[in-house]
C-alpha cells in the first residue's frame, strides 16, 4: 500500500452543470477520501499561476479563459497509489479518447471542457495542493 494525496479540480463546466456532487460519489465510490474541499473562483492571476507548465501553447489563453469564466471546486484525495489511480479514474484529456466509464467519457464535452483535473506526478501533488491548500485546511480520517 502506498498512500499517496492527489490534487483535484471539479471544473467550471461541471460545476455549472450541478454535477459536484455526481462527481464526489465517483470520487469516493473509488476508495478515495476527500481529506481537503472548497468552493472559489479562480482569478486570472491564479489560474495563470497553476497552469504556467503550458504558458506559451496554442490552448494556454482560452484554458486561463474558461478556468476563470465560473466557481471550481478544489479538492485533495487522499488513497492507495492514489494520483495513478484518480488519473485513470478521469480518463484522457480528450472525452473522445477517454475510456467508458472514465470521468471525461461521462461528463466532459470537449477537449477543453473536460470537467475534472488530476495532477499528473508527485511532483506536480504537491505543488499543486501547497498552491490552494493549508496545511490546516487538511482533514485526515483518524
Ligand atoms: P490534463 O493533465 O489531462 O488535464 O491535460 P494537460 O495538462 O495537457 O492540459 C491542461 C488542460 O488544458 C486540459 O485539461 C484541457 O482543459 C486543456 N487542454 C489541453 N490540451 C488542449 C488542447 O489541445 N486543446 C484545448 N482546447 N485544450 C487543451
Ligand atoms: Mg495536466
Same mark, same amino acid.
Given at each position: 500500500?502506498?498512500?499517496?494525496?492527489?490534487?483535484?479540480?471539479?471544473?467550471?463546466?461541471?460545476?455549472?452543470?450541478?454535477?459536484?456532487?455526481?462527481?464526489?460519489?465517483?470520487?469516493?465510490?473509488?476508495?478515495?477520501?476527500?481529506?481537503?474541499?472548497?468552493?472559489?473562483?479562480?482569478?486570472?492571476?491564479?489560474?495563470?499561476?497553476?497552469?504556467?507548465?503550458?504558458?506559451?501553447?496554442?490552448?494556454?489563453?482560452?484554458?486561463?479563459?474558461?478556468?476563470?469564466?465560473?466557481?471550481?471546486?478544489?479538492?485533495?484525495?487522499?488513497?492507495?497509489?492514489?494520483? $495513478? /489511480?484518480?488519473?485513470?479514474?478521469? +480518463?484522457?484529456?480528450? @472525452? *473522445?479518447? !477517454? &475510456?467508458?466509464?472514465?470521468?471525461?467519457?461521462?461528463?466532459?464535452?470537449? $477537449? /477543453?471542457?473536460?470537467?475534472?483535473? +488530476?495532477?499528473?506526478? @508527485? *511532483?506536480? !501533488? &504537491?505543488?499543486?495542493?501547497?498552491?490552494?491548500?493549508?496545511?490546516?485546511?487538511?482533514?485526515?480520517?483518524?
Amino acid at each position: 500500500m502506498t498512500i499517496e494525496r492527489t490534487f483535484s479540480i471539479v471544473k467550471p463546466d461541471a460545476v455549472g452543470r450541478n454535477q459536484i456532487g455526481a462527481i464526489y460519489h465517483r470520487l469516493e465510490s473509488a476508495g478515495l477520501t476527500i481529506v481537503a474541499a472548497k468552493m472559489l473562483r479562480l482569478t486570472e492571476q491564479q489560474a495563470q499561476g497553476f497552469y504556467a507548465e503550458h504558458e506559451g501553447k496554442p490552448f494556454y489563453a482560452p484554458l486561463i479563459e474558461f478556468m476563470t469564466s465560473g466557481p471550481v471546486m478544489v479538492q485533495v484525495l487522499e488513497g492507495d497509489n492514489a494520483i $495513478t /489511480r484518480y488519473r485513470e479514474l478521469m +480518463g484522457k484529456t480528450n @472525452p *473522445e479518447e !477517454a &475510456a467508458c466509464g472514465t470521468l471525461r467519457a461521462d461528463y466532459a464535452e470537449s $477537449t /477543453r471542457l473536460n470537467a475534472v483535473h +488530476g495532477s499528473d506526478s @508527485p *511532483e506536480s !501533488a &504537491a505543488r499543486e495542493i501547497a498552491y490552494f491548500f493549508s496545511d490546516d485546511e487538511i482533514c485526515p480520517r483518524d
